[in-house]
């Protein structure tokens, strides 16, 4: 069984800097990407960045330069990095990982809990 656990939200004073973690654990033979996405409150969930296996990043435009995604595979986690705060960067983040449990199973996608993020003096 897969579990994605997402941490590190709380409150934040505008300006300041947040990085989120998203741990996969369980039955894992390898992960493909690992996405990152928001849901900001009466809004859709939207697109953040996602990261490959081998560490290549895409970023929604809205994310380019204050959102940083990095990987650690020996710990199957991936990390956004949130920088420079806004109050518009309020909302629930949710990671999630494409993952195959055995070696001829198909990429199965998972997703986290999400954890609260709020900018706010």
């Known amino acids: 069984q897969v579990r994605i656990v997402t941490s590190g939200g709380g409150l934040v004073q505008p300006g300041g800097s947040l990085r989120l973690s998203c741990a996969a654990s369980?039955?894992?033979?390898?992960?493909?990407?690992m996405g990152w996405f928001r849901q900001a409150p009466g809004k859709q969930r939207e697109y953040v960045g996602i990261i490959t296996k081998t560490g290549s990043t895409n970023y929604a435009t809205s994310a380019k330069g204050r959102f940083t995604i990095s990987r650690d595979n020996a710990k199957n986690t991936t990390y956004l990095q949130i920088n420079n705060l806004k109050p518009e960067d309020t909302a629930v983040y949710y990671c999630n990982a494409g993952l195959q449990e055995t070696p001829v199973a198909g990429i199965i996608l998972y997703w986290g809990q999400g954890t609260q993020v709020t900018v706010s003096s």
């Open positions: 369980g039955s894992i033979f390898s992960i493909n990407t």
